[in-house]
């Protein structure tokens, strides 16, 4: 009997501690997306106004497009990942006509919160269930926004150039 106490606790010390590891991994992923936001709202904040709609070559989506499109994807990844209805269709924040600075920041950080707010409902077994990604990809919630964050990161780190090209010296990396 005292071994199956023993084991019974171990097993229950085991399920905590997996449960809190979890559940701060939950917290890491709130973090990481809060720094990213931050991150692209200096991006937003160095381009001047009326570089919004540079583009590097002429088949290339604006410095604006790319902000709006990084947050469609924004949209659909955690949504995806999150059971929640977004509140913007897909390809719907790239083709707004006001692709004003003021319009595309509030749109921008808008899906941020998005994301950042529906993260923050998710448990940790949720985390790990699995969802299919575009009616296509099988993974888990988890990976769903590790490439929604890979994502953004991707095309947030495009508009460097787009600064460069305009004379500006972007933010400094935001790692931690």
């Not at 009997?1 to 905590?16: D, E, N, R, Y």
Request: with cysteine.
């Amino acid at each position: 009997m005292k071994t199956f106490k023993v084991l019974i606790a171990v097993c229950s010390m085991l399920l905590l501690s997996n449960f809190s590891f979890a559940q701060s991994s939950v917290d890491d992923l709130v973090k990481e997306w809060e720094r990213a936001k931050a991150y692209t709202k200096e991006y937003l904040d160095a381009m001047p106004e009326k570089n919004y709609n540079d583009k590097p070559t002429p088949e290339m989506r604006s410095f604006a497009e790319q902000m709006l499109h990084l947050t469609d994807a924004n949209y659909g990844f955690a949504s995806a990942a999150t059971g929640a209805d977004s509140p913007v269709g897909m390809g719907e924040s790239e083709k707004t006509t006001d692709k004003s600075k003021e319009n595309v920041t509030k749109l921008v950080m808008a899906g941020y919160d998005f994301v950042i707010e529906n993260i923050k409902k998710m448990t940790p077994t949720q985390l790990n269930e699995n969802v299919k990604l575009f009616g296509k990809f099988e993974m888990t919630k988890g990976t769903v926004l590790d490439k929604c964050f890979e994502h953004q990161t991707h095309h947030r780190g495009q508009t460097t150039v787009y600064l460069r090209l305009a004379g500006i010296t972007p933010p400094q990396e935001k790692l931690f």
